[in-house]
């Protein structure tokens, strides 16, 4: 509810839009866990300049001994599993720790947090007095989101959609921070200037009938007077993701289980959500789009037949060395869905 990293950018309607339009998705088999202070899940991770320790002030990581501004602990950069793997094992909880960090190094440290938009955890620490020189701070491991897993694209930020430009967040195939985004944001805006000069003039699309069902069903949300509202759905979504496609593991059975509970969500939510106005008929579209990137990371994780990086298969505990250098991909077309496998370039 937005409490995540990349709000709100991480939506799914990018990747949502792009799939329905016939686009190539890559990578959404694999989760993305991002790491951070505890029940405050923005980014900024890498910008606290301490140590990370257990309850004992043990340091968790052997890769320094004083955490500066050039030199940080890079432990929850490198092993971002520590926070969970430590609470599991109960030598948790794994807290960061700031007490011998130089005062001209914490003054960078806040203004870099400022400057990242965690301003709501400032005001908070500001008001419950808490002082990172005097309090050690929890760490914990965020859920999986969706940012750089998705629209798989060419060297001109091109899909495989002729006309169909993507930059930035949504896409899976390059990088999806704020680097890559402004990288492939500037190609990508020059590619579909270069091609816009030679189309026509832009048509009206009210005889599409796509455009008309789309149209249909967000009037339809609009006019409802009763029915559940978008977090409703938005918290049974998650609820599915977590339980039969979360990090603790799947199978082929827990994946078939869980697709078979989103095709029921979607189809009760499309025919029963009610939005009040505008804003709240936003978010319910992003829902929907999130449930449709939830259908499409349950059949990749199930195509994907093996255990590597975070995508983890009880049934198959094993990395194939055979799909080392490949890339799955998946596309609708008129209703089917095709995955096939790709070298990675």
């Not at 923005?42 to 002030?57: F, M, N, S």
């Not at 929890?138 to 495989?160: C, K, S, W």
């Not at 599915?240 to 799947?250: E, F, K, N, Q």
């Not at 505990?317 to 995955?339: C, S, W």
Request: net charge positive; glycine share 10%.
């Amino acid at each position: 509810m937005f409490n995540t990293a990349n709000c709100p950018v991480c939506t799914g309607s990018g990747q949502a839009m792009a799939y329905r339009a016939g686009a190539k998705l890559v990578n959404m088999e694999f989760p993305n866990r991002h790491a951070g202070p505890k029940y405050f899940a923005r980014c900024g991770k890498a910008t606290w300049i301490g140590l990370y320790k257990d309850p004992q002030g043990n340091s968790v990581g052997p890769f320094v001994s004083k955490a500066t501004r050039e030199l940080g602990d890079i432990t929850g950069d490198i092993w971002s599993d520590v926070f969970t793997e430590k609470f599991k094992c109960g030598e948790g909880p794994v807290y960061i720790d700031c007490s011998s960090t130089s005062k001209d190094d914490l003054d960078y440290m806040m203004w870099g947090l400022v400057q990242e938009g965690n301003t709501g955890m400032l005001d908070y620490m500001a008001a419950e007095g808490i002082d990172v020189r005097k309090h050690a701070v929890e760490f914990m491991q965020y859920e999986p989101f969706l940012v750089g897993r998705g629209i798989e694209i060419d060297q001109h930020a091109e899909t495989n959609i002729r006309g169909l430009f993507a930059a930035g967040d949504p896409v899976g195939n390059f990088r999806a921070d704020c680097a890559g985004a402004a990288t492939f944001g500037w190609i990508a805006g020059q590619s579909a200037a270069a091609r816009a000069k030679k189309l026509p003039a832009f048509q009206s699309i009210e005889s599409d009938s796509y455009a008309r069902k789309r149209t249909q069903l967000y009037a339809d949300i609009m006019k409802r007077k009763v029915g559940p509202d978008w977090k409703e759905a938005n918290l049974a979504l998650q609820q599915i993701m977590s339980d039969y496609a979360g990090p603790h593991g799947r199978s082929e059975t827990l994946l078939n289980a869980g697709s078979t509970y989103l095709k029921k969500l979607k189809k009760k939510t499309s025919a029963t959500l009610a939005a009040g106005n505008a804003h709240t008929l936003m978010r319910s579209i992003e829902t929907l789009d999130l449930m449709e990137c939830g259908q499409v990371i349950f059949l990749t994780a199930g195509e994907r037949k093996e255990t590597r990086g975070k995508h983890v298969r009880l049934d198959y505990p094993f990395t194939n060395p055979l799909l080392a250098d490949k890339f799955l991909t998946i596309r609708k077309e008129n209703g089917r869905v095709h995955m096939n496998w790709r070298d990675r370039l």
